[in-house]
């Protein structure tokens, strides 16, 4: 068993309104520093098996087809094998 991580960001080009949300909020607290907030999601699961061709494949279709939007969003991952406890 692998437990997965994936990383969904916006596209560089995008505009991200949460971040700039976030951005317009640190500014009025006095962070006057901050700059270029991008808000992402951070999910963790695990894949039953042991068969790394079939991790690989199944974390990248579902980061691909479900997590993300292709079309504004990329993705990154990576993954651990764990114990089945």
């Given amino acids: 068993m692998y437990k997965a991580t994936v990383i969904v960001k916006r596209r560089k080009d995008i505009l991200d309104p949460q971040g ?3 951005e317009q ?3 009025l607290l006095g962070f006057n520093n ?3 907030t991008k808000i992402g999601k951070y999910i963790e699961f695990f894949v039953h098996s042991n068969d790394l061709t079939v991790v690989e494949k199944e974390i990248k279709e579902y980061a691909g087809k479900l997590l993300s939007n292709p079309i504004i969003e990329d993705f990154e991952f990576k993954y651990e094998k764990v114990d089945e406890t």
């Fill in 20 to 22: 700039k949300a976030a």
């Fill in 25 to 27: 909020g640190a500014k």
């Fill in 34 to 36: 901050v700059s270029d």
